[in-house]
C-alpha cells in the first residue's frame, strides 16, 4: 500500500535534509546530523508532552528542557547545549540512556540555533510516523550512501524493507522479532503495514504498542 506525504509534511522532511547539507560543510555528517537531530527532537517532543492537552510530568531537569535551550543564543547557546548533553547523560533511568556519552557536534553556535529554531517551528507529537521516519530513514540512506562512512554494508533500503514485509504479511497480536534491528526500520515497516491493512480494536491497539516488537 502506497502513502502519499501532504505538502506541509514534504516541506518539513525537505528543510530538515536541505539543512544537513549545509552542515556538511563545516564536517558534520548524516550520522552525527541524525544524532543531533534525535536528541533536540527528544526534547522538543517531551516540552509538548508537558503542555496541554497532554500534562505529562517527564523527568526532564527544567534548567535543560526545550525551552533552555530557544532562550539562549550564540556562545551562551553552545555552551548551555554541551552542558544540558552532559547533565542529561547522567541522570537515572531511560533519560540517562538517552543521553549517554552524547556530545555537541554542531561547532557553529548560529547554525545550532537554525536548527532549534527550525525544529522549535513545528508540532512534532502531532506527525504521524510515516513522517518522522521518513526524516530518519531519508538521512541514513543518504549515510548509507557516502562511501566515506561504511555504513552502506549495515542499512537495507526501505524500498527493500517494504517489499519483504508485504510478503511477510504481519498480523495484530503476533510477536516481531529482529535480532540485529540496528534503526528499527524493519519495525517501523511491520508496525505501518499492520496499522493501515487493519481495523485495530483497543486489545490490538495495546498489544503492537507494548508487546509486538523485540530486538537487539
Given at each position: 500500500?502506497?502513502?502519499?506525504l501532504?505538502?506541509?509534511?514534504?516541506?518539513?522532511?525537505?528543510?530538515?535534509?536541505?539543512?544537513?547539507?549545509?552542515l556538511?560543510?563545516?564536517?558534520?555528517?548524516?550520522?552525527?546530523?541524525?544524532?543531533?537531530?534525535?536528541?533536540?527532537?527528544?526534547?522538543k517532543?517531551?516540552?509538548?508532552y508537558?503542555?496541554?492537552p497532554?500534562?505529562?510530568?517527564?523527568?526532564?531537569?527544567?534548567?535543560?528542557?526545550?525551552?533552555s535551550?530557544?532562550s539562549?543564543r550564540?556562545?551562551?547557546?553552545?555552551?548551555?547545549?554541551?552542558?544540558?548533553?552532559?547533565?542529561?547523560?547522567?541522570q537515572?533511568?531511560?533519560?540517562?540512556?538517552?543521553f549517554?556519552?552524547?556530545q555537541?557536534?554542531?561547532?557553529?553556535?548560529?547554525?545550532?540555533?537554525?536548527l532549534?529554531?527550525m525544529?522549535?517551528?513545528?508540532?512534532?507529537v502531532?506527525?504521524?510516523a510515516?513522517?518522522?521516519?521518513?526524516?530518519?530513514e531519508g538521512?541514513?540512506?543518504?549515510?548509507?550512501?557516502?562511501?566515506?562512512?561504511g555504513?552502506?554494508?549495515?542499512?537495507?533500503p526501505r524500498a527493500?524493507?517494504k517489499?519483504?514485509?508485504?510478503?511477510i504479511?504481519?498480523?495484530p497480536?503476533?510477536?516481531i522479532?529482529?535480532?540485529?534491528c540496528?534503526t528499527?526500520?524493519?519495525f517501523l515497516?511491520?508496525?505501518d503495514?499492520?496499522?493501515?491493512?487493519?481495523?485495530?480494536?483497543?486489545?490490538?491497539?495495546?498489544?503492537?504498542?507494548?508487546?509486538?516488537?523485540?530486538?537487539?
Open positions: 500500500m502506497e502513502y502519499k501532504d505538502n506541509n509534511s514534504a516541506s518539513i522532511i525537505s528543510k530538515v535534509w536541505s539543512f544537513c547539507n549545509t556538511r560543510d563545516d564536517g558534520v555528517g548524516y550520522g552525527d546530523y541524525l544524532e543531533q537531530l534525535t536528541y533536540l527532537l527528544f526534547l517532543m517531551a516540552d509538548e508537558s503542555k496541554p497532554y500534562n505529562r510530568r517527564l523527568p526532564v531537569p527544567k534548567e535543560y528542557n526545550w525551552e535551550l530557544v539562549k550564540g556562545a551562551d547557546l553552545e555552551l548551555h547545549y554541551s552542558i544540558l548533553l552532559r547533565e542529561l547523560g547522567q537515572k533511568g531511560i533519560l540517562g540512556q538517552i549517554t556519552k552524547s555537541n557536534k554542531i561547532q557553529d553556535p548560529a547554525k545550532l540555533y537554525k532549534i529554531d525544529i522549535d517551528l513545528e508540532s512534532w502531532v506527525m504521524g510515516d513522517v518522522k521516519g521518513d526524516i530518519s538521512l541514513l540512506e543518504k549515510n548509507a550512501e557516502d562511501t566515506k562512512s555504513a552502506g554494508q549495515y542499512f537495507t527493500l524493507i517489499a519483504m514485509v508485504e510478503c504479511r504481519p498480523e497480536m503476533k510477536t522479532a529482529d535480532p540485529a540496528g528499527g526500520g524493519f515497516a511491520a508496525y503495514y499492520i496499522v493501515k491493512n487493519t481495523q485495530l480494536d483497543r486489545a490490538q491497539n495495546q498489544f503492537l504498542k507494548f508487546k509486538t516488537f523485540y530486538g537487539e
